[in-house]
């Protein structure tokens, strides 16, 4: 939790300062959006090394390492002073951020399997509700007026010190492959069901191929992760730009859009077991779609500060389990076909990741082609879209 927390922080301290980078090089929307297109490559280019060397130092050295890593990478965006180097200094962002991201979701997945129970729920609020202080602690920087290169250094190094202070408790593989040897342990999964899913850690050196047909249906299932995460991704890169630019918000406010959507994305995650033990994984997916576009609607049809601030506080509320259930079926139709958890959340994350990197990249050459406001209008459809064909989705794993 502490791991993602702190990526949350970063993140979101990053994503609030992108009108101060606006500001800086003096940038139309279309190149704001090169420098998220370098965040997005780095991030897709490492990926694939990234799983190899996790597995070779183990996902506990690799979230440290990398935890570090990525604060550093953070501090220094601000300090670029030209815009050439500030777009290689991100795509090394992007890439440690992706890095960091892996390792921490393979953490989580040794976690379950030492536990015997679901922690996917809280580990991804935590990242929301890291993303939440990042945001207010930018905000309050920023009303004071104080500079903002000492904003990103001083939050990187409380980061930094916070993953070195907690680091001794991140477990080792070991911990669940002796879980998984245990009697009871294989019964674990069948007693959780779809929620339990993800606690089939792999083991080192044993690789679980999976049937074509079951490829198929988890490349369909990262096709719509993708397209939520693009809805995710243009408001974590351009709300404080939204903020700024179309709700007209000044002083702390810029930040608060951001703020907004990480309070209803760490509420909706941290109650969301409860509710997914109520619901089916289609309705569930079906209502978070319609909450979230309603969301985005009072935000675009009444662009002023507060109705922003609802309106985005009701799309992290929507969006926040759509993620967590795609993932969690993927590990289940895995389990299914008698192969590994970890193999089936493999094929779908590479596609659902990319969405999330790529999303502001989107939505920042349509608004220099057209307007901020209309190019953010355009990811409902998206949200149609994984809405309309997720109950027949869901029913591949039933």
Known sequence: MTVLFVNGVIYASWGTH??????????????????????????????????????????????????????????????????????????????????NDVAANSQGAVIEAAFGRPVIGSLHGSFSLGGMCGALVSS???????????????????????????????????SAHAHQAAPDAQAAPDAQGAQGAQGDAPVPGQDHALPQALKR?????????FLALIVEGAMYDWSAVYMREVALAGGGFVSAGYAAFSVGMAVGRFSGDPVRAHFSEGALVVASCALSFA????????????????????????????????FSSA????????????????????????????????????????????????????????????????????
């Open 331 to 398: 590990g289940r139709m895995a389990l299914a076909s008698g192969g590994s958890a970890s193999n089936g959340l493999a094929v779908t994350t590479r596609l659902a990741y990319m969405g999330l990197l790529i999303g502001p990249v989107i939505v920042g050459f349509i608004a220099q082609r057209f307007d901020l406001r209309r190019a953010i209008a355009t990811t409902p459809s998206r949200l149609s879209a994984s809405a309309a064909s997720s109950r027949r989705v869901f029913s591949f794993g039933r």
């Open 18 to 99: 992108v009108p101060t980078i606006k500001d800086k090089f003096d940038l139309s929307d279309a190149k704001l959006s090169l420098s998220m297109l370098a965040v997005a490559l780095g991030g897709i280019l490492i990926m694939a090394w990234a799983g190899r060397w996790i597995a070779r130092v183990g996902s506990a050295s690799a979230s440290v390492k990398s935890a570090l890593l990525l604060s550093l990478a953070a501090f220094g965006i601000l300090l670029m002073p030209q815009y050439a180097l500030l777009l290689f200094w991100l795509a090394l962002y992007g890439a440690m951020s992706a890095v």
């Open 295 to 326: 969301g985005l609607g009072l935000a675009l049809l009444l662009p002023g500060v507060w109705t922003a601030l609802a309106g985005f506080l009701l799309c992290g509320l929507g969006t926040a389990n759509i993620i967590p259930v795609m």
């Open 140 to 174: 309050g920087w920023q009303a004071m007026g104080w500079p903002n290169q000492w904003h990103l250094g001083v939050v990187c190094a409380c980061c930094a010190a916070l993953i070195w202070l907690t680091s001794g408790w991140l477990l080792p593989e070991s």
């Open 217 to 225: 249906k988890l490349v369909v299932l990262g096709c719509l992760a």
